[in-house]
């Protein structure tokens, strides 16, 4: 069974440069996570999808980030303009409607100069 | 105060040696309570859930006080690649989850 895929790996943007992430969550898995995680800390939410909807977006900061995941499957973290302070890496995870338990993709590490 | 609080470490231990790690909570409400493991540069992956009962997968045992609102993992016989980072998750209302920060493990030959 294919895992959680995510594009890209990395990523080198100037700042007020936008920049998207892409993640294709396992078949079936229908809560799809963000997550955004800094040297040293452990991962913070930034959205919650079930299915469509987000069910719980109060961390992420809407006047420069975005998500969407319109068909209930893959989908898109956004952000514009970036600063400098949005270096980190940001994590999708998934799980399944019957279990807590979370999986993470890779990862796209990105960097903000 | 944090959600979750967990003791970064670094724990050195040498091969074969017990280490024990622990992990608080604040919500004596939660209801779901995990170890992930997280190596140098990857995602996190879960290692065990946390059952109230208590639980045991090979070398690894994690138990819940809810008492006292922690979590704990043992390694007994630690392994060279027990090294890494292990993160405690604790999943609370409305299927909201809280990372710590992690517990580094250096294991040592």
């Known amino acids: 069974e294919a895992g959680v895929v995510q594009s890209p790996r990395y990523k080198i943007i100037e700042k007020k440069q936008p920049v998207a992430f892409w993640c294709n969550p396992i078949?079936?898995?229908?809560?799809l996570y963000w997550y955004l995680q800094n040297l040293g800390q452990g991962p913070e939410l930034l959205i919650r999808?079930?299915?469509?909807?987000?069910?719980?977006d109060s961390q992420l900061p809407k006047d420069r980030f975005s998500a969407e995941r319109l068909k209930g499957v893959d989908s898109t973290l956004k952000i514009q303009p970036a600063e400098l302070g949005d270096s980190a890496v940001y994590l999708c995870?998934?799980?399944?409607?019957?279990?807590?338990?979370?999986?993470f993709g890779p990862g796209t590490r990105l960097t903000v100069l | 105060r944090k959600e979750v609080e967990q003791d970064p470490g670094p724990f050195n231990v040498p091969e074969g040696a017990t280490v024990a790690f622990n992990c608080t909570y604040s919500?004596?409400?939660?209801?779901?309570f995990f170890w992930y493991r997280q190596d140098c540069r990857k995602e996190p992956k879960l290692l065990m859930s946390v059952y109230s009962s208590g639980n045991e997968d090979g070398r690894f045992t994690a138990q819940l006080n809810r008492a006292s609102q922690y979590i704990s993992l043992l390694i007994r016989d630690s392994k060279l690649s027990d090294s890494a980072t292990y993160l405690c998750?604790?999943?609370?209302?409305?299927?909201?989850?809280?990372f710590g920060s992690g517990t580094k493990l250096n294991v040592k030959p």
């Open positions: 919500n004596s409400a939660s209801q779901s």
């Open positions: 995870a998934c799980s399944a409607g019957d279990t807590d338990t979370q999986y």
């Open positions: 998750v604790i999943g609370g209302n409305f299927n909201k989850f809280y």
């Open positions: 999808y079930e299915n469509e909807e987000a069910v719980d």
């Open positions: 078949s079936g898995h229908n809560t």
